[in-house]
């Protein structure tokens, strides 16, 4: 069965004090990672997806990696408008088959 | 930018009733997705659609039923809404080169 793990739980960093959140994943032949972050209330929007090892996307101040066992979101320099958690999924064998994790809910104080 | 549309943003509905969450797409995309979201447990798949006409059972669809009889429109049916079906409901697309979902904004449904 595919699994999804995140981590942390819950993130509080200070604005412009850079950190990482973890995806691990099992999955058997994955057809692609997402990022996804979520506002209270709201639902998800998209932010990367990542297919292969070793691939990378940034956006802003966010970036993604990705390895054959998790993925990374690395934040650089975060601001208060990054608080909000953030979805790591994965697709494997078919459309229906994308797996989410219980996110990270991340806190910037300015 | 495809948008997806929820009808409601919150619903209060009594045991045992029928209730009827819609969503519609303003793009092409031919597959739709119903998940619900609840603390600790992350989203989880109810039904989902690759075209008219069409659905399949995801993770959780005892329940639930759904409709699809245009591409735009997919509908989510709770037979008789119980107090376990209070929950968070998302809808979703999947369409374009980077197979990411693209999210409604919800219904919040509680079930009293």
């Known amino acids: 069965e595919d699994q999804v793990t995140q981590s942390p739980e819950a993130l509080r960093l200070q604005e412009g004090e850079s950190s990482s959140l973890n995806c691990s994943y099992t999955v058997s032949g994955l057809r692609g990672l997402f990022w996804y972050r979520q506002d209270p209330g709201k639902g998800p929007e998209f932010l990367f997806t990542l297919y292969s090892a070793g691939e990378e996307k940034e956006k802003e101040r966010l970036k993604a990696t990705l390895t054959k066992k998790e993925s990374f979101l690395h934040i650089t320099a975060p601001k208060p408008e990054d608080s909000a958690t953030y979805l790591c999924a994965v697709q494997a064998g078919g459309y229906q088959k994308v797996t989410f994790g219980t996110g990270t809910k991340l806190q910037v104080i300015p | 930018d495809v948008k997806v549309t929820q009808s409601s943003r919150y619903l209060v509905k009594r045991t045992g009733e029928k209730v009827f969450l819609e969503c519609v797409q303003d793009?092409?995309?031919?597959?739709m997705f119903w998940y619900r979201q609840d603390p600790g447990l992350g989203l989880r798949l109810i039904y989902f659609?690759?075209?008219?006409?069409?659905?399949e059972k995801g993770d959780i669809p005892e329940g639930y039923s759904v409709s699809r009889e245009k591409k735009e429109r997919f509908s989510l049916i709770l037979e008789s809404a119980s107090t376990n079906q209070t929950s968070m409901y998302l809808c979703a697309t999947q369409g374009g080169n980077n197979y990411g979902y693209t999210f409604g904004s919800g219904t919040r449904l509680t079930v009293v």
């Open positions: 659609s690759y075209d008219v006409k069409m659905k």
């Open positions: 793009m092409d995309h031919e597959n």
